[in-house]
């Protein structure tokens, strides 16, 4: 069998961009750049200098401020950063949290941790499409909430929010609005300014960026303030504190940068590898299901479901496949998704799904082979099944 | 050509950790967390690494925790083991690193009582003070192994065996001592312990706590249970593996490294006691092999930096994460140092790659400094 | 293909990509046995056809498998385990012995249990007939 594994696993991790590598190799090997962006003398000025710079090409990718944007180790950070930085500094106003039951664990781990402090959270249950309507939101506010959690895009099956509406409706109650946008930004034009978004996070390894690095976008007007998670030294803005990582920074900044140019032409092309994709599983599969709603959805991401076959016999038949059977997070200890089973999906389908994702560097020819990979293999596990 | 003599704010990386970590940079790998190969592969390496870093200090891999850095290590030792309703005290020395200080102070804001230890005139714990604040109702002891800014060693051991005493918990911040001194997690007899990649010549943003296998620490940062649950988030891969490779080298070289280094400070020392006004904090303390703070006397330490910055040569007037505050350091103060003095302190910390040459430029232009400061009759600051 | 990319050995691996003995028997064989054991609902479900002989020794197997790759590789080994055996013999086969010796995990020994089952309810069949 050919040794060369088809890459179809992007909402789990991007390949770094040639680009972004070769400015990070050249901040790390460059004379003079390893300084300490928080040093007084020359090499410490220059450092900061890149770190301003890649501040910027964040922030322009979404239209935010460069003020508004706290470097982190990452975008799980960041939904802690966003979500007990708010729920700690205005816990006097209320103790009332709004999420879902499909966000990432770094949001539900962390509201399952303020739980145990004594906050109540609400966990909106999608609907049938995967969506957290608008509505919903409205419903379950109350006087003493104090912050909505809900992600742009969900990294299993790739439905969007419509976060724009659910921000109309936080800010007229005058309750924050956070948004987990480690699978959007990059993939789906963000405008920060005609949004009623208060901090939203970023993930430089979901675009094409390096692993360790990510971002909290903090509004500034109006002004949200935050508890830190991360206290001593009182780097970016008291915010995050912590040595600033350079070559990291500079390499998100550059991902940003590139994703920002490559935004207009990418979104069209990877929708259209992903729907002939979708198109030839299901001709070759008429069983299969598609997981959430068939049009709001990201360019990327398609998670499909499939009966009558066992989903670790699934996963383990495609090895020419890079894919994920849940969120990669959590796909370890290989329980049957979440999200999927908020969907509805009973436990077997739930367990038989795949998240394909597809990106930058996705061709035809990998899609083709995927459902040829794919096809065969359910086809073999089918054939081997007795009558269910 | 620059001269950097700032390898406490940060040390460069290694042209071999920079080896290891590009392939990591470039190219399609795995989330560690992915089943695939590729996510397997991610997995082995980070593993790899992981027994590195442990080997380093002494531990088991299981042990090592990766995090963002050090400070997120210093937060997750300090709040991780004071979590959820305050009860009881924490004891931290006097002279540690903002990265314990804050979360100290965050503890403290939450109803915590926390209680400073002091410091003798060199730097050192007073064992008999800590003693007097011992008993089995304090939750946590944080005592760095080495300080920042002047060098000074703590007898950490020691101090250890004496919380043990009373069954008390003891975290040590060996940010700036692993790598430039022998550090033994089990020797020392303590249950926590700070490590950061870029100050052993590692990458920056990302660091280590070695957690004792009998403690359980609450996560700060969660979500995705990663580290054991300990810490969640996509591992930094890269930088993981770059730390791993920088720890595997720093232990392999450790004697080298500290007989250069010492010598070059020794040299260095007996030329900076040759200039008039000149003075070395923590003298008589053992400190590290690489670090000296001195004082100018009736200079400000801040533009005694910026004189050596336009020649070309980078030190810090203290901690890199306290600069241009124009606050005197909280250490020296903690030592008994007056304001005045405390204020003119400049701090060098040499590296693998120094030369001798670079520490003659260095006292060169310190004794210029001075002597055109003295020639022009300006003061710089009222004399106490 | 290596078996790097799951947490089962080469042995298993290999048996589960590529099943030995699959299938049923053509339709009208005559001297068949069936047993089940298991269901789709609990994530595994197997089934056993036996061709004895007038002697009572398994003569031909067959097995049809619906889940985990452990469980397609437990059936695929016990088919080439089990096959020539004495009835006897057959119905004292140790699958769960057979996945301590591959070193399944002990989550997977579940597994066993029910390829044994079916193996069992198989052999019952043939007493009873």
Redesign the interface.
């Known amino acids: 069998m050919n040794d060369k594994i088809i890459y179809l696993d992007y909402a789990a991790t991007t390949p770094v961009d040639p680009r972004v590598a070769e400015k990070m190799a050249g901040c790390l090997t460059c004379e003079g750049m390893f300084a300490n962006p928080a040093s007084a003398h020359a090499p410490g000025r220059a450092a900061r200098g890149m770190v301003e710079r890649a501040r910027a090409q964040v922030a322009k990718l979404v239209n935010a401020e460069p003020v508004e944007i706290i470097f982190t180790s990452g975008a799980t950070e960041s939904d802690n950063l966003a979500i007990k930085g708010v729920a700690h500094f205005y816990r006097d106003k209320g103790r009332h949290i709004i999420t879902s039951r499909i966000e990432h664990k770094a949001v539900l781990d962390t509201c399952k941790q303020l739980e145990h402090e004594g906050f109540e959270i609400t966990r909106l249950k999608p609907d049938q499409d995967g969506l957290i309507r608008p509505e919903m939101v409205r419903q379950s506010l109350r006087p003493d909430s104090v912050l909505v959690s809900i992600m742009h895009v969900n990294n299993e099956i790739g439905t969007v929010n419509d976060i724009a509406a659910i921000g109309s409706i936080t800010r007229e109650h005058g309750v924050f609005f956070h948004v987990d946008a480690a699978q959007s930004a990059g993939k789906i034009p963000i405008d920060l300014k005609a949004l009623d978004v208060d901090l939203m996070s970023f993930s430089g390894h979901k675009v094409y960026g390096p692993k360790g690095i990510g971002a909290l976008y903090v509004c500034r007007t109006p002004r949200v303030h935050l508890d830190p998670l991360i206290h001593g030294g009182g780097h970016e803005s008291g915010l995050r504190s912590g040595t600033l990582a350079t070559h990291q920074i500079v390499g998100m900044g550059e991902a940003y940068h590139l994703a920002c140019e490559h935004l207009t032409e990418e979104m069209p092309r990877i929708s259209a590898l992903r729907v002939q994709l979708w198109q030839a599983l299901h001709a070759a599969i008429p069983q299969a299901l598609l997981n959430g709603h068939p049009t709001q959805r990201v360019c990327g991401i398609l998670s499909v479901s499939f009966p009558g076959i066992e989903g670790e016999s699934l996963l383990f038949s495609c090895q020419g496949l890079a894919v994920s059977s849940g969120s990669a997070c959590t796909s370890a200890d290989r329980e049957p998704s979440f999200v999927l089973r908020a969907l509805g999906r009973d436990d077997q389908l739930a367990g038989a799904s795949i998240r394909f994702s597809l990106g930058r560097f996705t061709t035809a020819g990998e899609v083709d082979a995927a459902v040829r990979i794919v096809s065969e293999e359910y086809r073999r596990l089918r054939e081997l099944a007795p009558a269910l | 050509m ?1 001269i ?1 003599l ?1 390898h406490n ?5 290694d ?1 071999r950790a ?1 080896e290891v ?2 392939p990591w ?7 560690p ?8 592969k991610a997995r082995a390496a980070l593993d790899i690494a992981r027994a590195q870093v442990a080997a380093l200090v002494n531990v088991q891999p299981v042990q090592v925790v990766f ?6 290590a ?2 997750l030792a300090l709040k991780g083991v004071c979590s959820g309703t305050p009860d009881g005290r924490v004891l931290v020395s006097a002279i540690e ?7 100290a ?2 503890l403290a804001a939450q109803g915590w009582q926390v209680q400073y230890l002091p410091v003798d005139s060199e730097g050192r714990v007073d064992p008999a003070a800590f003693e007097k604040l011992l008993d089995g109702n304090v939750r946590l002891v944080s005592v760095m192994l080495a300080n920042n800014e002047t060098g000074a060693l703590q007898d950490v051991r020691a101090l250890a065996a004496q919380a043990q005493k009373h069954g008390v918990w003891v975290h040590t911040d060996a940010i700036q001592a692993a790598g430039k001194i022998a550090v033994d997690f089990q020797a020392l007899g303590v249950n926590l312990m700070t490590l ?1 990649a ?1 100050k052993l010549n590692g ?4 660091g280590a706590l070695i957690v004792d296998k009998r403690m359980d620490i609450a996560p ?7 580290e054991q649950g300990r810490r ?9 593996i770059g730390f791993g490779k920088a720890a595997e080298l720093a232990r392999a070289e450790l004697d080298t490294r500290m007989r250069r280094m010492r010598a070059l400070r020794d040299h260095l020392e007996t030329g900076l006691k040759r200039i008039p006004g000149i003075r070395i904090f923590a003298a008589r303390a053992e400190r590290l092999p690489n670090t000296v703070q001195i004082g100018v006397a009736g200079l400000e330490g ?1 533009w005694v ?2 004189q ?2 336009k020649r ?1 040569i ?4 203290g901690s ?2 306290h ?2 505050s124009g606050k005197p350091s909280h250490v020296l103060r903690a030592m008994g140092v007056d304001a005045a003095s405390a204020r003119s302190a400049v701090r060098i910390s040499l590296g693998q790659d120094n030369t001798e040459d670079e520490m003659q430029a260095l006292l060169a232009a310190l004794t210029a400094i001075s002597s055109e400061h003295r020639s022009t009759g300006m003061s710089m600051m009222e004399t106490p | 293909m290596t078996d790097e990319a799951a947490d089962y050995s080469a042995r298993v691996w290999d048996h589960f990509r590529a099943p030995r003995n699959a299938g049923v028997f053509p339709a009208g064989t005559a001297g068949v046995f069936t047993g089940r054991a298991g269901s789709a609902h609990h994530g595994r479900a197997v089934e056993w056809t036996l061709r004895l002989d007038g002697s009572g020794r398994v003569a031909e197997c067959r097995y049809r498998v619906y889940g985990c790759p452990a469980t397609i590789a437990l059936c695929s080994l016990t088919s080439e385990a089990v096959w020539d055996m004495s009835r006897g013999e057959a119905a004292a086969y140790s699958v769960v012995g057979l996945a301590e010796e591959l070193g399944l995990p002990a989550e997977k020994r579940a597994a066993a249990l029910v390829v044994e089952d079916a193996l069992r309810a198989a052999l019952t069949g043939y007493n009873g007939g």
């Open positions: 620059a950097f700032d704010a940060t040390a460069p990386l042209a920079l970590m590009l940079l470039q190219g399609t790998h795995g989330n967390s992915s089943i695939h190969r590729y996510g397997r995090t963002g850095g050090g400070t997120e210093d937060n690193h903002a990265a314990v200080m804050g979360p102070e965050a950061s870029h990458p920056r943003g990302v700060q940062v969660v979500g995705g249970g990663q969640g988030g996509t591992e930094n891969l890269a930088g993981i801040e930096v910026m050596l910055d070309g980078a030190v810090s007037s890199a994460c600069s241009g």
